[in-house]
């Protein structure tokens, strides 16, 4: 496995989760990271993604509540995901890519009761 999500979990509404992504060593050159979720019954879809040099990207619904990091020497991204709606219920994937190869995580489930 050369992508692994981890810190996904139940949390109540209005709470926080802080997802963290890591690249194998093997994965030379990531240009971007960044994070996707895909909510039961519908299509995977963009959350935020960062930049080798910092600029980010967020889609409309999290933008205020999540924030992307990225340390980049450890190949490393984060999701610092904050007042959490049940909307936000999701497996969250993390997304590597280089000049040539796109590498994907195999998901971790975040759940937001009411």
């Known amino acids: 496995v050369q992508v692994v999500e981890s810190g996904g979990g139940l949390v109540q509404s209005g709470g926080s989760l802080r997802l963290s992504c890591v690249a194998s060593d093997s994965i030379l050159s990531i240009r971007v990271m960044g994070w996707y979720r895909q909510a039961l019954g519908r299509q995977r879809e963009l959350v935020a993604d960062?930049?080798?040099?910092?600029?980010?990207n967020s889609t409309d619904s999290v933008k205020g509540r999540f924030t992307i990091s990225r340390d980049s020497a450890k190949d490393a991204a984060y999701l610092q995901m904050n007042s959490l709606k049940p909307d936000d219920t999701a497996v969250y994937y993390c997304?590597?890519?280089?000049?040539?190869?796109?590498?994907w995580g195999q998901g971790t489930q975040v759940t937001v009761s009411s």
């Open positions: 960062i930049t080798k040099s910092g600029r980010t």
């Open positions: 997304r590597a890519d280089t000049l040539f190869r796109t590498y």
